[in-house]
């Protein structure tokens, strides 16, 4: 399962993507986060201290992910570039940025797409990458996305969120991810629902569940570490039900493949 986590700026991406890292490895999973912003910050959410975070070594622009010549494998990478954080789930800062003038991120860009069109899953049953805001990661280097099984859209309450959300769904498309869910953060009550809905609506942005504002979220935010256990509840529901929605859809899927390959071997069996 590979998941790509966007949206626009400050919508709440990195709270809820270190909140799904933390719900995939509770059920037991192998989670790989990437953090794809140049200013990276999924690591304090994920409980990592900011020294250890910070001195972590780069990974080298131009790098590519594969089992060919001139590529380094996904296990390789990970013994290198990974670090393992107090949640269970293993951090890849994958565009980390110390030093003015470096310069376009577009190798940067292949590198995460190199990761998740080889085989990750042998190293992760969840790979979630947790984006730099706007909409570069469906456009630079073929697709940063582009390997991606679910895209999430985080979207607040406000026009322009969802307006966002919208202008990336048939990019995504286009880009070939099978499966696109909007995501409702910071409602605050029944008319921010109402505005996602609607909104959604008019956007075309399939809605999978909508996440309530939730005090514990920035208190967490200036306190600089992970939600401890028990704070923001309401949130972590909703992450449960963004996840049951995934899965939902996987066991649909998987039952009408089983459906596929039941009618593949009566026709075979008629044939001969
Ligand atoms: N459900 C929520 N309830 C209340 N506040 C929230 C919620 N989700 C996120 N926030 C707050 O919104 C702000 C932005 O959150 P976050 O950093 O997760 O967003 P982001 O989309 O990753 O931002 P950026 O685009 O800068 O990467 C933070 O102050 C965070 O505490
Ligand atoms: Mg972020």
Not at 101 to 110: E, K, T
Not at 143 to 151: E, F, I, M, N, Q
Not at 211 to 231: I, N, Q, S, T
Request: hydrophobic residues 40%; glycine residues 10%.
């Amino acid at each position: 399962m590979k998941l790509g986590v966007v949206g626009k700026g400050g919508v709440g991406k990195t709270s809820l993507s270190g909140l799904l890292c933390q719900a995939y490895v509770a059920r037991g999973k192998r989670v790989l986060a990437v953090d794809t912003d140049s200013n990276p910050n999924l690591a304090m959410s994920l409980g990592l201290d900011e020294k250890t975070a910070n001195e972590a070594p780069l990974v080298p622009r131009k790098l590519v992910v594969g089992l060919g010549d001139g590529t380094l494998s996904p296990g390789a990478l990970l013994a290198e570039y990974g670090l393992p954080t107090p949640s269970g789930v293993t951090l890849l800062h994958a565009m980390r940025i110390d030093q003015a003038g470096a310069g376009c991120s577009c190798a940067d860009h292949y590198m995460v797409r190199s990761l998740l069109g080889t085989a990750i899953e042998e190293e992760a049953d969840v790979t979630l990458v947790d984006m730099e805001a706007g909409l570069e990661h469906l456009s630079r280097s073929g697709g940063t996305l582009a390997y991606a099984d679910v895209l999430l859209m985080i979207m607040e309450p406000t026009h322009k969120s969802v307006m966002t959300a919208g202008r990336t769904v048939p990019l995504a498309r286009e880009l070939g991810i099978p499966r696109i869910y909007g995501v409702g953060n910071k409602a605050k009550g029944e008319a921010d629902v109402e505005l996602f809905n609607r909104l959604s609506d008019e956007y075309g942005v399939p809605l999978a569940t909508v996440v309530p504002w939730d005090a514990d979220v920035p208190k967490c935010d200036r306190r600089g570490g992970p939600l401890f256990a028990g704070e923001a509840q309401p949130v972590r529901d909703a992450v449960e039900r963004i996840i049951a929605v995934i899965e939902n859809e996987d066991s649909e899927r998987d039952a009408l493949l089983a459906e596929r390959d039941r009618i593949d071997a009566r026709i075979a069996a008629l044939q001969s």
